[in-house]
């Protein structure tokens, strides 16, 4: 892909992004992201399809900003468990605030998208678990690598059924997920809260 088809291909997301923030998934059309950008309606089709592949793209791009954010967050940390409370905590206080994950939870045709966070997740799951298993590898080489693919699938879909439906702050569901992992692979973590 060449950079101006990226570049393209960004501001179209971007516009999209906006617009379905103000008016909800089904409020946005094709022509209005065209719109927005300058180009024909044909030129987002050609790129994306339809607006099911525009938007699951959009939440694609948008999980691999926070897959960037998370990888500076491990980076911080020397051992397993507090790297994984901070990643876990860093990403359920971030969708707490992100646009897009609103526009899709309380949006108008909001239930239209929450498949792509729900039961059509996989780009985003699968995406996520093999840049977090490759991290974490490389930082903890000596980790059971079945162990580790094991636990980041767990720890994963747990993240994401906080981020969906939160019911305990993001520090005490940070802190049960790292235990978790830290458990699965040996690795020292402290007791849980209550028990000394």
């Not at 992201?33 to 948008?62: H, M, P």
């Not at 899709?104 to 909001?110: D, K, R, Y």
């Not at 699968?126 to 690598?145: M, S, T």
Request: aromatic letters at 6%.
């Amino acid at each position: 892909m060449t950079t101006g088809r990226r570049c393209l291909r960004d501001e179209l997301l971007d516009a999209f992004a906006e617009l379905l923030t103000l008016r909800g998934y089904r409020g946005v059309r094709m022509q209005d992201v065209a719109d927005a950008v300058g180009v024909s309606r044909q030129t987002v089709y050609n790129e994306f399809g339809d607006k099911w592949r525009l938007a699951q793209a959009l939440v694609i791009r948008d999980n691999e900003q926070y897959l960037d954010g998370i990888d500076q967050v491990l980076s911080q940390h020397d051992d397993l468990y507090s790297a994984v409370a901070a990643a876990v905590a860093y990403t359920l206080e971030m969708s707490a605030d992100d646009p897009i994950k609103k526009a899709v939870l309380t949006g108008t045709g909001g239930e239209e998208l929450l498949p792509l966070l729900t039961t059509q997740a996989e780009p985003v799951l699968f995406g996520a678990k093999a840049r977090l298993i490759e991290h974490v590898a490389a930082q903890w080489p000596h980790l059971d690598r079945q162990a580790l693919a094991e636990v980041a699938d767990a720890a994963i879909r747990l993240t994401m059924s906080h981020m969906l439906l939160p019911a305990d702050p993001p520090e005490r569901v940070a802190r049960q997920i790292a235990r978790l992992v830290a458990r699965y692979q040996g690795e020292p973590c402290p007791p849980p809260e209550g028990r000394q």
